[in-house]
C-alpha cells in the first residue's frame, strides 16, 4: 500500500496519495472538458495570435475529419508531426487523437537519415510537416509507407493580412524554404476546409489505446518508439496537476513554453497547463533569445518550463533578468540536472526556486520532482502521487532506504532506479524482447543509478551507462559512431559525453584513421550531413588505437580522459 511510504508524509498540503488516471476518458476529452466549461479561454498563443478553448476544439474536429477521409487509413494507423511550436501543432496533436490515430513526434531538425528511420520504425501513413523541411521529407518518403503529406507554413493560422506577410517574409525575404516537391501534398489550410466540408464523425477511443509513438533510445541505443496510452499520459497530467495546484488558478495562469512540443517532457506539461485552462504561449524559436525574451516582456507569465541550458541563456541576458517576475509562481525543469549555481542564481533574479522533475520518455516522462520552492540540494525530489520508486542491486535486489548521508553508506544504497505507476509505457512497438528486457517484476527499469534517503528522497548519481545528455536531449554513442565509422578514410572510433558548462554534457568523438589527411573539420561536416546539431562531435582526438577489453569492447571510461 502506498500508505506505508515515507514521502506521502512530504507531499504539500492537499497533495494526495493515489490519482485517478480514468478521470479523463482520453486526450482529446481533456480539450473537451475545457472547451464546455471555459470556451472563450485564451489557450495557446503564438506570435501574438491567440486561439480560445472552442476555435481550438472545433480546428481539431475539422482537421480529424480530414484525416478520417484520406483513403487508406484506418484506427490505429500512424501519424507523424514534423514541426516545430506552432498553433497548427496542438491542432494536429489533438486532431490526430480525436480520429484514432496515433501521434509520432517527429524533431524537426532530423536528418534524412534519421527521418527514414523513424518514419519506416513506426509504419507512418501520413506527415504533417512545416515547409522548411519538406525537402528533407523529400529525399526519402519512397523508402517509407507515407502516402498522404500535408504540408503547412508558420503563419498558416494567423489572420489574413499577418499570414501573408509571414510566410512571404519566411519563404522569400529570409530563403528558410528550400525548394520541395511532393506530388499530392496538400496544404494545411486546404485540409482544414476538406475537413471542414465533410464533417467529423466521432471515433470510440479507450484509455488503453495507444496515443504516442514516442521515440528514444532508451537504454540500449537503438530508437524505439515508447507506446505511450492516452491513459499513461493522462495520468502523469494528473500527477503533475497536483503537485501545481498548490498554487494554479484556473484560466488565469500564463505558461511560458520554449520547450518544443515534440519533446515528451513539453508535449505533457502542455497538456498540464491546459487541464487548469492555462494560456501556453508557444516560442517557435527558443534559440532566439532576443526574440524570446522580447515575448517574454509581453505576458505576466505565472509558469516557465525549460532545461538547464536555457535557464542559463536566460539569466545570461541582462534584458531577462530586468523584467518584472511579480506573477512567477514556479520553474519547472527536467531532460537533464539543474546546475547549483543556475538554480540559486534562478532564485536570486526572480524570487522563485526551480521545480525540477524528474523522468524518462517510457513515464510519460514524469516520476518525481522537488516540492515546490524547495532549495536546491542535488536531489530531484521525491515520487508524485500514484508513483512507486525502488532501488535494485545485485540480482535485483530491493535495497531500501538510505539511512544515513555517510557516503560509504550511500554507497551501499546505491543502485538502479525503478518505477511503477500509471505512466508507465505499454512497451516498445515491435521490439517485444526490447521491451521484456525493460521491465522485470513488472517495475520499469530506468537504467539510471541513484539511492533514496530515509524520507523517500530521490537522488541520482550517475545516468545510462553510455547515454549522453546535451541540453535535455538524449544522444546514445552507438549512432554517432555508426556515422563517422562509414565515413571514408575511418578505421574505428569510440563515442563519449564530456561536461560542458552551457549543454551539461557535451559529445566527444576519438577516432582512429586510415587515411591520416582527414581533418577535425572533414569529421564535423560529414557528421553534418547525417546527424542532427547537439549530436555532432564538439571534441574530436585522433589516436592510433582505441582502448578495449579482452574482448575487444571499447573501454568508454578511458575514452574521456584521451587529450
Not at 523517500?456 to 547515454?467: C, L, P
Not at 578505421?491 to 582512429?512: F, Y
Amino acid at each position: 500500500m502506498m500508505t506505508d511510504f515515507p514521502w506521502l508524509a512530504k507531499y504539500p498540503e492537499g497533495v494526495p496519495a493515489q490519482i485517478d488516471p480514468d478521470r479523463i476518458a482520453n486526450i482529446p476529452a481533456l480539450l473537451d472538458q475545457v472547451a464546455q466549461k471555459h470556451p472563450s479561454a485564451p489557450i495557446f498563443t503564438n506570435m501574438g495570435v491567440t486561439l480560445t478553448a472552442s476555435e481550438t476544439q472545433a480546428m481539431t474536429k475539422d482537421f480529424a475529419a480530414y484525416l478520417q477521409s484520406l483513403p487508406g487509413m484506418k484506427k490505429g494507423d500512424r501519424v507523424a508531426i514534423m514541426m516545430p511550436n506552432l498553433l497548427q501543432y496542438p491542432i494536429a496533436m489533438f486532431a490526430i487523437l480525436r480520429a484514432g490515430f496515433i501521434i509520432v513526434n517527429v524533431n524537426p531538425l532530423y536528418t534524412a537519415r534519421e527521418l527514414e528511420h523513424q518514419l519506416k520504425d513506426s509504419g507512418a501513413k501520413a506527415i504533417i510537416i512545416i515547409e522548411n523541411f519538406a525537402k528533407t521529407l523529400e529525399r526519402v518518403i519512397d523508402r517509407t509507407e507515407v502516402k498522404h503529406v500535408i504540408t503547412t507554413q508558420v503563419g498558416d493560422l494567423f489572420p489574413c493580412v499577418k499570414r501573408l506577410l509571414v510566410n512571404t517574409v519566411v519563404k522569400h525575404v529570409k530563403k528558410m524554404v528550400p525548394e520541395w516537391n511532393l506530388p499530392g501534398a496538400v496544404d494545411y489550410r486546404t485540409a482544414l476546409s476538406r475537413g471542414h466540408q465533410v464533417g467529423f464523425k466521432p471515433v470510440e477511443i479507450s484509455n488503453e489505446d495507444v496515443a504516442l509513438l514516442q521515440y528514444t533510445g532508451g537504454t540500449t541505443g537503438v530508437a524505439k518508439g515508447a507506446m505511450l496510452t492516452h491513459r499513461n499520459v493522462l495520468a502523469n497530467v494528473e500527477q503533475t496537476g497536483t503537485w501545481i495546484s498548490v498554487t494554479f488558478k484556473e484560466c488565469e495562469e500564463v505558461a511560458m513554453c520554449a520547450l518544443p512540443l515534440y519533446h515528451i517532457f513539453a508535449f505533457t506539461a502542455t497538456l498540464s497547463f491546459l487541464n487548469w485552462g492555462s494560456r501556453s504561449v508557444l516560442i517557435t524559436n527558443p534559440r532566439d533569445m532576443k526574440g524570446l525574451v522580447k515575448e517574454c516582456e509581453r505576458w505576466n507569465f505565472s509558469v516557465y518550463t525549460g532545461v538547464n541550458t536555457l535557464y542559463n541563456a536566460l539569466l545570461n541576458n541582462p534584458d531577462f533578468c530586468k523584467l518584472n517576475f511579480s506573477h512567477l509562481k514556479m520553474a519547472v525543469a527536467g531532460g537533464t540536472q539543474v546546475q547549483k549555481v543556475v538554480a540559486e542564481r534562478w532564485k536570486e533574479v526572480t524570487g522563485h526556486g526551480i521545480l525540477e522533475a524528474y523522468g524518462l520518455t517510457e513515464a510519460s516522462p514524469g516520476i518525481c520532482g522537488i516540492l515546490p520552492e524547495a532549495p536546491w540540494d542535488g536531489s530531484v525530489g521525491y515520487p508524485i502521487p500514484s508513483t512507486e520508486v525502488s532501488i535494485r542491486g545485485e540480482g535485483f535486489k530491493d535495497l531500501g532506504l538510505c539511512p544515513s548521508d555517510d557516503p560509504e553508506t550511500i554507497a551501499a544504497y546505491t543502485g538502479e532506479i525503478c518505477a511503477k505507476g500509471p505512466q508507465v509505457m505499454k512497451g516498445y512497438w515491435n521490439r517485444p524482447e526490447e521491451t521484456a528486457a525493460t521491465f522485470r517484476d513488472g517495475w520499469l527499469r530506468t537504467g539510471d543509478v541513484g539511492y533514496m534517503d530515509i524520507n523517500g528522497k530521490i537522488t541520482i548519481t550517475d545516468r545510462k551507462k553510455d547515454m549522453i545528455l546535451v541540453s535535455g536531449f538524449n544522444v546514445y554513442p552507438n549512432e554517432v559512431e555508426s556515422v563517422i565509422a562509414s565515413m571514408p578514410g575511418v578505421l574505428e572510433c569510440g563515442v563519449v559525453g564530456v561536461p560542458h558548462e552551457r549543454s551539461g554534457e557535451t559529445v566527444k568523438a576519438v577516432i582512429v584513421l586510415k587515411d591520416p589527411s582527414i581533418t577535425k573539420d572533414d569529421v564535423v561536416k560529414y557528421c553534418r550531413t547525417q546527424l542532427t546539431g547537439y549530436k555532432i562531435p564538439r571534441q574530436i582526438v585522433f589516436v592510433d588505437s582505441l582502448p578495449k577489453t579482452a574482448v575487444g569492447k571499447i573501454l568508454r571510461r578511458e575514452l574521456k580522459d584521451i587529450a
